[in-house]
């Protein structure tokens, strides 16, 4: 069973607007979330992060928004860029002795950015 | 070169093959890890090392055997593969058990594995 979900396998946004990429998670000792880029034939490129502490991270035209009570998570990617077209990746990490820094990922999201 | 590098990019290999994968990492980190991606599924967790010493084998098939020779390298050693192997391994490093906040993994392009 899936710890992180990313319902939307895709998503397409006319450039200029807003993204909003949307993750889901179930493990309450989640406490450290991450946002990952990737381009065809690229590795995932860290992007953002967010601890289980605040309920919102800003970078630039990147924010995330945590909801820890609907252990929901969603990036907002405001202007979209057509270089933002990429597949994102959320993952979740629980601190603690037995984490062993193990990130759990979702199965990621393509996103199109439309000219 | 900076970051995290991988040789080869892309692998074919028979079934009774037996080929390696190499990744380096020139951060100074200290934790390195391999992963299985296959197509619209979640990253898969391998390996991990911390140090060195390897601290998790997600239940992973003998015929990937990893090797850490040192903090900045690692290798996945592989042997009898089946057609279902077929996927693209990435290899990431991270600051491993002295960072205490940092949980951001830093990734390699990936080896693109066909196994026919």
């Known amino acids: 069973d899936q710890q992180v979900k990313q319902n939307s396998p895709s998503l397409s946004v006319q450039e200029g607007r807003i993204s909003i990429l949307n993750c889901d998670y179930t493990n309450s000792m989640f406490d450290y979330f991450l946002w990952y880029k990737k381009y065809p034939a690229e590795g995932p490129t860290f992007l953002i992060s967010i601890s289980s502490i605040k309920d919102k991270n800003e970078d630039g035209r990147f924010t995330v928004f945590l909801n820890k009570s609907a252990k929901h998570l969603s990036l907002h990617i405001v202007p979209s860029q057509p270089g933002d077209s990429a597949v994102y990746f959320c993952a979740a990490s629980a601190s603690g002795q037995d984490s062993n820094y193990q990130l759990i990922w979702g199965a990621g999201t393509k996103l199109i950015i439309k000219p | 070169e900076t970051g995290v590098t991988q040789t080869p990019r892309h692998l074919v290999m028979g079934m009774t093959n037996k080929k390696s994968l190499k990744c380096e990492q020139h951060l100074g980190h200290n934790a390195m890890y391999w992963y299985k991606q296959s197509a619209k599924k979640p990253l898969e967790l391998m390996f991990v090392y911390n140090f060195k010493e390897q601290t998790e084998n997600n239940s992973v098939p003998s015929r990937f055997s990893p090797e850490c020779p040192n903090s900045s390298h690692l290798f996945l050693h592989l042997h009898t593969l089946q057609p279902e192997d077929s996927a693209l391994y990435l290899c990431?490093?991270?600051?491993?058990?002295?960072?205490?906040?940092?949980?951001?993994?830093?990734f390699g392009p990936g080896t693109r594995l066909t196994v026919t």
């Open positions: 990431a490093s991270s600051q491993g058990p002295a960072a205490t906040i940092s949980y951001e993994q830093y």
